[in-house]
């Protein structure tokens, strides 16, 4: 069991939990006070403390999972069997699984050079081929890839011209900024997570965030079984299980007290590995543009070759450092093979070819040294 223990805690792993210690006080006056089920206190506060720090009179409700949060979203837009949803190809399942729970097809649109996110001419090129064939799309559902914000002031402009609310997908961008605005408040609705390798964590958890009480409120409603009020257990709309607990909220509000901490941390990850590998060619690292301000949440490369990131996947992997692909294109799955998709070869590149490096505020100087130099030594 120790020599396990030992193994386990030796590993440098891609994005581990980051507890900051103030966790603690607020799961113990929830066992204190007998507040465990999905209500109470630390889930009405940690609420009100993601409120706070995206501002915008954002109005958040924190649920079991950033899946659950896209779900609701797609419900709350009226989205169901016939439909059509813009998702981009770039992404992990997670982000377009909900489109087949109500019944609805994706769209899969393909990213840029820039940001890797969803690419705004085939985004309009996707739109106009759809009313074409008489398809209007219901949504789009656009993500801040490995934290770095989208293009957000051209897909707005789309999303106007066309009138196509977003749903803005930002479970891997919480402490990311676009103009000085937080990622999350961009989105008609957006949503978060906070699963056990998001920059906090709830050990499980999402949230979603819309511009109105109206909204929320409705959330909050179909999130707890639709229950009509009274005493009595009336229902008339499907309504599901996803309120997160006031335990895993206690959670959420000590790491809230530490997010722009651990962002500068995960920026830091980032700096030390470009300023220690910026000089081998075969490596291009993903900038940030101007007026973008990315988390950072992981490290992300693109090699010169498959071999090289395969390499590295191996070398990395055989010193017990766990590195990732870049996600898997969803136009490349078997289980979405068959729906439509406008695609430019970019997002095919990126998975062949990326690379997401140890990215966690918990890393050290001496893993980061021991990463860097097995790199280096490739190369040399």
Same mark, same amino acid.
């Given at each position: 069991?120790?020599?396990n223990a030992?193994?386990l805690n030796s590993?440098?792993?891609?994005?581990a939990?980051?507890?900051?210690?103030?966790?603690? *006080?607020?799961?113990k006056?929830a066992?204190?006070?007998n507040?465990?089920a999905?209500?109470?206190p630390?889930?009405e506060g940690?609420?009100?403390d993601i *409120?706070t720090f995206?501002?915008?009179?954002?109005?958040v409700v924190?649920?079991?999972?950033?899946?659950?949060?896209?779900?609701l979203?797609?419900?709350l837009l009226?989205?169901?069997?016939?439909?059509e949803?813009? $998702?981009?190809t770039?992404t992990?399942?997670?982000?377009?699984?909900?489109?087949?729970?109500?019944?609805?097809?994706?769209v899969?649109?393909?990213?840029e050079s820039?940001?890797?996110?969803?690419s705004p001419?085939?985004l309009?090129k996707?739109i106009?081929d759809r009313?074409?064939?008489g398809?209007?799309?219901?949504a789009?559902i656009?993500?801040?890839l490995?934290?770095?914000?989208?293009?957000?002031?051209?897909?707005?402009?789309?999303?106007?011209q066309y009138q196509?609310?977003?749903?803005?997908?930002?479970?891997?961008?919480?402490?990311?900024k676009?103009?000085?605005k937080? $990622?999350?408040?961009?989105?008609?609705?957006?949503i978060l997570?906070?699963n056990?390798?998001?920059?906090i964590t709830?050990?499980?958890?999402?949230?979603?965030?819309?511009?109105?009480?109206?909204?929320?409120?409705k959330?909050?409603f179909?999130?707890?079984?639709?229950k009509?009020?009274?005493?009595?257990?009336?229902?008339?709309e499907?309504g599901?299980?996803y309120?997160m607990s006031?335990?895993?909220a206690?959670?959420?509000?000590g790491?809230?007290?530490?997010?722009?901490?651990?962002?500068?941390?995960?920026?830091?990850?980032?700096?030390?590995y470009f300023?220690a590998?910026?000089?081998?060619? *075969?490596?291009?690292f993903?900038?940030?543009p101007i007026n973008?301000?990315?988390n950072r949440?992981?490290? $992300?490369?693109?090699l010169e070759?498959?071999k090289?990131?395969?390499?590295?996947?191996?070398?990395?992997?055989d010193?017990?450092i766990?590195?990732r692909?870049?996600w898997?294109p969803m136009h490349?799955?078997?289980?979405?093979?068959s729906?439509p998709?406008?695609?430019?070869?970019?997002?095919?590149?990126l998975?062949?070819?990326?690379l $997401?490096l140890?990215?966690?505020?918990?890393?050290?100087?001496d893993?980061?040294?021991?990463?860097?130099?097995l790199i280096?030594?490739?190369? *040399?």
């Amino acid at each position: 069991m120790i020599k396990n223990a030992e193994k386990l805690n030796s590993r440098i792993w891609l994005s581990a939990p980051h507890m900051s210690g103030y966790e603690d *006080e607020f799961i113990k006056k929830a066992f204190e006070s007998n507040w465990i089920a999905p209500l109470g206190p630390n889930l009405e506060g940690f609420e009100k403390d993601i *409120e706070t720090f995206l501002g915008h009179q954002s109005q958040v409700v924190a649920l079991n999972s950033g899946t659950a949060a896209i779900h609701l979203a797609l419900v709350l837009l009226n989205i169901g069997k016939g439909d059509e949803v813009i $998702c981009q190809t770039k992404t992990f399942v997670a982000s377009v699984n909900p489109v087949t729970y109500v019944g609805a097809t994706p769209v899969f649109v393909d990213s840029e050079s820039e940001t890797w996110n969803m690419s705004p001419e085939l985004l309009e090129k996707a739109i106009k081929d759809r009313l074409k064939k008489g398809k209007k799309p219901k949504a789009i559902i656009i993500i801040n890839l490995y934290g770095m914000p989208y293009h957000v002031d051209r897909i707005q402009e789309l999303s106007e011209q066309y009138q196509i609310p977003v749903i803005e997908d930002s479970a891997e961008a919480l402490g990311s900024k676009y103009k000085g605005k937080p $990622c999350g408040t961009f989105g008609d609705l957006s949503i978060l997570s906070f699963n056990g390798n998001k920059i906090i964590t709830t050990s499980g958890g999402g949230a979603l965030i819309s511009k109105s009480e109206q909204i929320k409120d409705k959330a909050i409603f179909l999130a707890t079984q639709a229950k009509n009020p009274g005493v009595e257990y009336s229902h008339s709309e499907t309504g599901y299980n996803y309120r997160m607990s006031n335990i895993l909220a206690g959670i959420g509000r000590g790491q809230m007290k530490v997010l722009e901490d651990y962002v500068e941390l995960r920026r830091r990850n980032f700096d030390y590995y470009f300023d220690a590998l910026k000089d081998i060619n *075969e490596i291009i690292f993903l900038k940030e543009p101007i007026n973008y301000y990315s988390n950072r949440w992981l490290t $992300c490369v693109l090699l010169e070759t498959n071999k090289m990131r395969d390499d590295l996947l191996k070398l990395l992997s055989d010193n017990n450092i766990e590195a990732r692909p870049s996600w898997k294109p969803m136009h490349q799955q078997e289980l979405f093979k068959s729906f439509p998709k406008y695609l430019n070869g970019q997002a095919d590149k990126l998975y062949e070819r990326g690379l $997401c490096l140890p990215s966690g505020s918990s890393l050290t100087k001496d893993d980061l040294l021991k990463i860097t130099t097995l790199i280096k030594s490739y190369f *040399e």
